[in-house]
């Protein structure tokens, strides 16, 4: 199946995954179109439509040891993306879209609204010691989480700067920057923490079945302890 075309005017590919979303979605318009009279029952049958064979990629995530790197090296105004991302799992379109006015330091969660969330429905993350460590200095009345319009492009300079340290160090190491792993990294270490697939679901956006198939036992209970407890330097 092929999707929208690119700048170039080349078809895009589209996932199984996205296919099966489109099929939900259809799904979704048909029976709202019967509830309504707008369509005859049966009609249209969306079980009629085989799904799509999803193809799962590999879960990539940071080590603690890589993330305290990126931290450290990264610019004061990518700090609370950074942070958000690592230790609370916002999607990256979800922190884009962010406001400080719903990160609620005093209540300790970040409100994720149901018009800002990927599946349109509205959760509560809630904010580790660490993450109020990170975000206290930074912290606004309101206004986005982070200043940079194009943040793809300050960390694609920031994964740069952070693999030439490390080589300096270690001339065979290598640092690159993973897809999704912030987001990633934070479900594997909730859920080694916690033990609660349906927990994580919840502060994730996910279903517990998705949390339990892609997630679990990626990661120790030690190195959660570990992602958790990386803190920026001095007294918070």
């Not at 296919?19 to 179109?33: D, K, P, S």
């Not at 799962?56 to 950074?82: H, Q, S, Y």
């Not at 904010?127 to 200043?147: T, V």
Request: charged letters at 30%.
């Amino acid at each position: 199946m092929k999707g929208e075309p690119d700048e170039a005017g080349k078809a895009l590919p589209v996932t199984g995954r996205s296919r099966n979303n489109f099929r939900r979605a259809i799904g979704t318009l048909i029976n709202f179109a019967v509830s309504r009279g707008y369509l005859v029952k049966g009609t249209v049958e969306i079980e009629d439509v085989a799904q799509a064979r999803e193809e799962n990629g590999e879960i990539e995530i940071f080590r603690p040891e890589e993330m305290a790197a990126v931290l450290k090296m990264a610019d004061k105004r990518l700090i609370p993306f950074l942070a958000i991302g690592a230790f609370a799992g916002l999607r990256h379109a979800e922190l884009q879209r962010l406001d400080w006015a719903e990160v609620r330091m005093e209540d300790g969660f970040i409100e994720v609204k149901a018009n800002k969330a990927k599946t349109a429905s509205r959760r509560l993350v809630p904010i580790q010691d660490n993450l109020k460590r990170w975000l206290k200095p930074h912290r606004k009345a309101s206004g986005h989480i982070c200043d940079y319009v194009n943040t793809s492009n300050q960390i694609d300079k920031l994964a740069a700067r952070v693999d030439a340290k490390l080589k300096k160090k270690d001339p065979t190491a290598a640092f690159t920057w993973k897809r999704n792993a912030m987001r990633h990294s934070y479900i594997s270490y909730r859920l080694a923490e916690t033990q609660d697939v349906v927990k994580v679901s919840l502060e994730a956006g996910n279903s517990p079945q998705m949390i339990f198939q892609h997630y679990c036992e990626l990661v120790r209970p030690e190195d959660a302890k570990s992602w958790f407890a990386i803190m920026p330097k001095g007294k918070g």
